[in-house]
């Protein structure tokens, strides 16, 4: 246990790893300008997916040195929703999803064997090439993070 967090009568015990992901959401938070109250619980402010889970993300993909944009569910208002884990996405962002908390925000860089590797997209992404996303998990299991409730 590394930091003491306090609010009123109550005192966290935290961990590094759990300060790191505390402060972050905090800040995502400020720079949204919105303030939330820390749960006593931590676990439903950082909740990670399991293999298995319905998750919902919004992502932006392009291709790595390229500015056209493969797809982008920010632009058409909804996010997309599949069972992480269980390959109904491209792998390298099946196994990112796994590794983030609720409402956390990553920019992924997905190498080719990871995204659609010598075969490409048909005329969309040519064999061999990277994939660049910008993605952020916004609901696992139907729960989506305080930010999102409001």
């Known amino acids: 246990m590394i930091g003491l967090r306090g609010r009123g009568r109550h005192l966290y015990l935290l961990t590094v790893v759990e300060m790191a992901q505390l402060f972050s959401y905090e800040k995502r938070v400020v720079e949204k300008g919105k303030r939330i109250k820390i749960p006593g619980s931590r676990s439903k402010l950082l909740l990670y997916p399991r293999k298995g889970d319905e998750v919902s993300i919004h992502y932006k993909m392009t291709m790595d040195g390229s500015k056209f944009i493969l797809d982008d569910t920010w632009d058409k208002k909804f996010p997309l929703s599949f069972r ?7 792998q390298g962002l099946d196994e ?5 908390c609720l409402g956390e925000r990553a920019d992924l860089n997905i190498p080719s064997e990871y995204a659609y590797g010598v075969s490409g997209l048909g005329r969309y992404v040519p064999p061999n090439t990277n994939i660049l996303v ?3 998990l916004v609901v696992v299991n139907g729960i989506k993070p305080p930010l999102f409730n409001r």
């Open 84 to 90: 992480v884990g269980e390959a109904e996405v491209i």
């Open 134 to 136: 910008h993605v952020q």
């Open 96 to 100: 990112a999803v796994l590794s983030m």
